[in-house]
């Protein structure tokens, strides 16, 4: 194994120094380990679509009261590609498990680069760990429900973080295999629903009123916006395995655009399903008396208590797909850093004939198994209270890691406008700039409204001190990410100059120097 940079031919420099871009295989991510199928199954299951109909479409039609949903839903999967058509073009140049500040500190600079790296960090555990929350309190559900056993809520979600964590060991491919049974099931299951609905639907049958854009009116919008665009977080993950596919100048743009349109379509259809069972005039307040059981309740009439105990199982599987997805995205982030100096070295290493980055890996695990406890500890009932501090945990922490992946994604839309017009290439990729900056302008105001809104993403009070202390977790990730880049340019700034690089990061500059 080599492990020296000085003994290998992939080494490179950057503008004004000797910097090795290569720093041996056992700080390098395994190639080869992904194709289109998994890298596309990886990605996917983070969009946890059965999580995603049961949950986040009930409850905003409920709160926000809006029943264009399946529009939004077209709505911003047209701005995600126009996101993606720059993000992806980005990919062909940069193959970095840093992905999001590896793209930004290519075009805005290594201190960028290190903000952006604390804010991915901190936003996608706080997604992971979330999800714990929700996911504990459907599993003592079950317990309670077909085993009249009562099982405190976070007893299955700790289980499930030491089952993540050792996934998290394993080979990127066996991970992929994993996600992929798990998430095609659960898809399967959506759309013998989506068919049972448009089979049978409401009085006022197989009506399009939902895509009326009058129905994206009144103060709710926004808030909707912010609602429906966590949905698709996920998709913006496959530039994070770049390093372990064949041909990631390729597969990672073709697996973007498939994620970003297959989700967009998956949940507008099913969406608009739900409006149908219910007719478009009664789902706000079918939302409002169901909740999160809308689905299962629908489901209940029209395809029977079987395939319903089905739904309940695979909607906690989903979940766990999702938490081995992020799992896997905050390990590479980790592993991304520490290679680069933005943590420890030790995190810059991969992990014996795996591959996988282990210490970023334990680093994640660590940090979901704190959180648990901590809110386990101030949970004082016996089997855990559904609402103070389960649905906090996933509330409070899935709004704080959406606002983080919206603003990086604003951040990256940015650094690619910058980036190829600093490379004089502004003519040629005139019309992705344009995309980039239009994307970028929409999420900015996405990001706006996410801010504002808060208090009404997280169930907080008018007035409340959470609606600027948990959306402010992210503005002091990007201060102290900038405050290190700083340091770093000042005491240390061979450092500084390889944030973004990557292991190999710079061959096809290289190759294009030449």
């Known amino acids: 194994m080599t492990t020296d940079s000085s003994s290998t031919s992939t080494s490179t420099s950057a503008a004004g120094g000797g910097i090795s871009t290569f720093k041996g295989q056992e700080r390098a991510l395994r190639a080869d380990r992904l194709g289109t199928g998994g890298l596309l199954l990886s990605v996917l299951a983070a969009t946890a679509p059965l999580m995603v109909v049961a949950g986040v479409m009930p409850t ?7 029943v264009g949903q399946p529009l939004l839903f077209v709505v911003l999967g047209v701005v995600l590609i126009l996101f993606s058509v720059g993000y992806a073009e980005m990919s062909r140049h940069v193959h970095n498990a840093g992905a999001f500040y590896a793209y930004i500190s290519r075009g805005l600079g290594g201190t960028a680069g290190a903000g952006a790296a604390l804010v991915a960090l901190v936003a996608y555990n706080a997604l992971q760990v979330g999800i714990y929350g929700i996911f504990g309190f459907e599993v003592s559900g079950l317990f309670a429900t077909y085993a009249d056993v009562q099982v405190a809520w976070w007893i299955p979600a700790l289980v499930a973080a030491v089952v993540v964590g050792l996934l998290g060991w394993l080979k990127i491919d066996v991970n992929a295999r994993v996600l992929g049974v798990l998430l095609v099931i659960e898809v399967l299951l959506v759309v013998i629903f989506d068919i049972a609905a448009l089979a049978d639907p409401a009085r006022e049958g197989l009506s399009l009123h939902a895509f009326n854009p009058d129905t994206l009116t009144g103060a709710g919008v926004g808030t909707a916006l912010c609602f429906c665009i966590a949905a698709f977080l996920g998709f913006e993950q496959a530039p994070v395995y770049a390093e372990e596919t064949s041909r990631p100048h390729v597969l990672v743009p073709r697996v973007m655009f498939l994620a970003v349109g297959g989700v967009a379509v998956f ?21 409002q008396k169901q909740s999160a059981g809308l689905l299962f309740f629908l489901t209940e009439s029209r395809l029977g208590g079987t395939f319903t105990d089905v739904l309940h ?26 290679r680069e100096g933005l943590l420890p070295a030790a995190f810059g290493r991969t992990s014996g004939g795996s591959g996988a980055p282990g210490t970023g890996s334990l680093l994640q695990s660590a940090v979901a198994v704190a959180v648990v406890v901590a809110f386990a500890i101030a949970d004082d009932k016996p089997a855990g209270d559904p609402t103070a501090p389960v649905l906090h945990l996933f509330t409070w922490f899935g709004n704080i890691g959406a606002l983080g992946v919206i603003v990086l994604m604003a951040a990256a839309s940015l650094s690619v406008v910058v980036f190829f017009v600093r490379r004089g290439a502004a003519g040629a990729q005139a019309w992705r700039l344009v995309t980039s900056a239009l994307a970028g302008l929409a999420l900015v105001v996405i990001a706006g409204y996410t801010v504002k809104d808060f208090e009404v993403l997280v169930g907080a009070g008018p007035g409340s001190s959470l609606s600027w202390i948990l959306p402010g977790t992210i503005g002091l990730a990007l201060i102290a990410g900038l405050a290190l880049g700083l340091v770093l340019r000042a005491r240390a700034p061979e450092k500084h100059a390889r944030i973004g690089l990557g292991n190999e990061a710079f061959q096809l500059d290289k190759a294009a120097s030449s």
């Not at 219910?278 to 789902?283: L, Q, R």
């Not at 199982?313 to 905050?330: D, E, Q």
């Open 60 to 66: 905003t039609f409920a709160v926000m009261g809006i």
């Open 267 to 287: 949940f507008a259809l099913s969406s608009w399903a739900l409006t149908v069972a219910t007719g478009p005039s009664a789902i706000v307040g079918a939302a």
């Open 313 to 338: 199982v695979l909607f906690v599987t989903g979940m766990f797909a999702a938490l081995l997805s992020f799992h896997n995205v905050v390990a590479r982030y980790a592993f991304a850093m520490g």
